[in-house]
């Protein structure tokens, strides 16, 4: 008698793609800053960066981007989170209020990640009072330096998980993201300086100036720092590059992606 074999399961993985990906998913940084070309792997790494808690009580996680339609437009944030989180034990989404949680095998909620926009400094009220450990920004150079640093001061918790940002970018010269990256960036080419890439620096700021430095300890002494909630606030910075041709699979799946971008105007092109 002949006997069926059940079909073998696929087991699906998600992880980092090797080079800048890998290294965005592993900088201590208290923000690091994924920037470069269109079709690098940014987003994808994004959303995958908060997964990493996703089994940690407490965890929340926000990413933003300028306005609603960014986050729910065909193959934007909420579609591209729905086939990376889709099928993950636990994992249960929830459109009317843009978040997918996870929970244990009680059916607890455990972590969150949401999506939300922030389109004017006037709707910063709506944050008043939040506490998300994770903060992510796609396409950072959209949001006003003044909404990036009061976000800043919501990237708190008591999950236990150290509070960090995570933000993707494209090449803006005119935006305030070029000055805060300067270092990393080669100011006659406009291009990433690749030795420095990944590298930490720290920084406070004071009355709206960012001041620097390469050590922590350069800024207890700057700024007289000594009790250790003092000590606590410079905030770890890393810059990371990406290029299309390191999201190898995006090469294989549409070849012809590097063809339309050298279609573009030459500007565009260029960033």
Not at 80 to 93: D, L, V
Not at 132 to 153: Q, V
Not at 211 to 217: F, G
């Amino acid at each position: 008698m002949a006997t069926s074999k059940s079909p073998e399961r696929k087991v699906r993985v998600l992880k980092p793609q090797f080079g800048p990906q890998e290294k965005f998913l592993a900088t201590p940084a208290d923000i690091c800053i994924y920037g470069g070309a269109a079709g690098g792997g940014k987003t994808y790494g994004l959303l995958l960066s908060a997964l990493r808690y996703k089994n940690v009580k407490g965890f929340g996680c926000t990413i933003f981007r300028k306005n609603y339609k960014q986050i729910f437009a065909q193959g934007g944030l909420w579609d591209e989170a729905q086939k990376m989180y889709h099928g993950i034990n636990g994992a249960q989404r929830k459109i009317s209020d843009g978040t997918w949680s996870f929970r244990d095998k009680d059916g607890n909620e455990v972590s969150k990640v949401s999506f939300a926009h922030i389109e004017r400094s006037e709707e910063l009220d709506n944050w008043q009072g939040a506490q998300i450990c994770e903060i992510g920004f796609d396409e950072l150079t959209h949001f006003s330096e003044e909404i990036f640093f009061y976000m800043l001061s919501r990237n708190r918790s008591t999950c236990g998980v150290r509070p960090f940002v995570r933000a993707t970018c494209n090449p803006d010269a005119d935006s305030w993201v070029a000055n805060f990256i300067s270092w990393w960036i080669d100011q006659d080419s406009g291009y990433p300086i690749e030795e420095r890439c990944g590298k930490i620096r720290w920084f406070i700021r004071r009355d709206e100036k960012v001041y620097w430095a390469d050590r922590k300890q350069d800024l207890w002494e700057q700024f007289n720092l000594t009790t250790d909630e003092e000590k606590a606030e410079p905030r770890s910075v890393s810059f990371i590059n990406s290029t299309l041709q390191d999201n190898k699979l995006l090469m294989q799946r549409d070849p012809s992606y590097l063809a339309t971008l050298k279609a573009l105007p030459t500007v565009e092109r260029e960033r």
